[in-house]
């Protein structure tokens, strides 16, 4: 009987942090990696780990994986690579459901050309949202509705630029929801030190000129929330 599965190319921390949050949906995981020099230490995580290569005949996953029900993880760090391994993996799983990962935006729109099914943008000053958000239930239930429910929610960093206007305010003070219909999950400051929206240091914290707010909702949401703070 063939296994339903994740299977995640790319054995790095963003393939590592997928491994930990899918595994409620997953009892078995898969990690690609393509670099047999890379190693990185994850004892907490329950999943099988194999070298595999760009040029890899795709039949013995075909054989051993149900992959209309399993779902497929690009998180290569080279985004060329990526997008070849997007384009592979697309033109011999027709049905599959392919999430890829990018570091811009450019090459999202590559992605989807590539057969991705779903896109997600991760920026390099960003580089550990994805740790950071997975540590709060409702994050975790977010990401579940932009990987596996039909959703238009984003997944957005946006630079504040007009900090007079959460003057009198801590973040963790906002009701984002109710006054802008999205959702803040994280700050990443100008040192690139990052904190939970409810930590206790954003708790007493101000928001400044430069700060970045990821935060999750719909695009027309997430536009209008950033001509408000100027970003």
Same mark, same amino acid.
């Given at each position: 009987?063939?296994?339903?599965?994740?299977?995640?190319?790319?054995?790095? #921390?963003?393939?590592?942090?997928?491994?930990?949050?899918?595994?409620?949906?997953?009892?078995? &995981?898969?990690?690609?990696?393509?670099?047999?020099? #890379?190693?990185?230490?994850?004892? %907490? &995580?329950?999943?099988t780990l194999r070298i595999f290569d760009l040029s890899d005949d795709w039949e013995e996953i075909e054989e051993e994986f149900?992959?209309?029900?399993?779902? &497929?993880?690009?998180?290569?760090?080279?985004?060329?690579?990526?997008?070849?391994?997007?384009?592979?993996?697309?033109?011999? !799983?027709?049905?599959?459901?392919?999430?890829?990962?990018?570091?811009?935006?450019? %090459?999202?729109?590559?992605?989807?050309?590539?057969?991705?099914?779903?896109?997600?943008?991760?920026?390099?000053?960003?580089?550990?949202? @994805?740790?950071?958000?997975?540590?709060?239930?409702?994050?975790?239930?977010?990401?579940?509705?932009?990987?596996?429910?039909?959703?238009?929610?984003?997944?957005?960093?946006?630079?504040?630029?007009?900090?007079?206007? !959460?003057?009198?305010?801590?973040?963790?003070?906002?009701?984002?929801?109710?006054?802008?219909?999205?959702?803040?999950?994280?700050?990443?400051?100008?040192?690139?030190? $990052? #904190?939970? &929206?409810?930590?206790?240091?954003?708790?007493?914290?101000?928001?400044?000129?430069?700060?970045?707010? @990821?935060?999750?909702?719909?695009?027309?949401?997430?536009?209008?929330?950033?001509? $408000?703070?100027?970003?």
């Amino acid at each position: 009987m063939k296994s339903v599965s994740a299977l995640i190319f790319g054995f790095n #921390e963003y393939g590592l942090e997928i491994a930990r949050n899918v595994n409620y949906k997953y009892k078995d &995981i898969t990690i690609f990696n393509l670099d047999k020099s #890379e190693f990185i230490y994850a004892g %907490d &995580i329950d999943y099988t780990l194999r070298i595999f290569d760009l040029s890899d005949d795709w039949e013995e996953i075909e054989e051993e994986f149900d992959m209309e029900k399993s779902i &497929i993880f690009c998180a290569i760090r080279d985004e060329a690579k990526n997008i070849f391994l997007t384009i592979s993996l697309r033109s011999y !799983f027709k049905d599959a459901t392919i999430i890829s990962l990018t570091n811009n935006k450019e %090459d999202a729109n590559k992605l989807k050309m590539a057969g991705a099914s779903k896109v997600i943008p991760i920026v390099e000053t960003t580089a550990g949202i @994805i740790t950071d958000m997975l540590k709060k239930p409702i994050a975790t239930e977010i990401l579940h509705n932009i990987l596996y429910e039909d959703s238009e929610l984003k997944i957005e960093q946006v630079k504040i630029e007009n900090a007079k206007y !959460f003057e009198k305010e801590f973040p963790a003070d906002i009701n984002w929801s109710e006054r802008f219909g999205i959702l803040v999950l994280s700050i990443v400051h100008e040192d690139m030190s $990052r #904190e939970f &929206i409810y930590s206790s240091k954003s708790k007493h914290t101000k928001l400044i000129d430069g700060d970045i707010l @990821i935060a999750v909702g719909y695009d027309t949401d997430l536009k209008d929330f950033q001509k $408000r703070i100027g970003g």
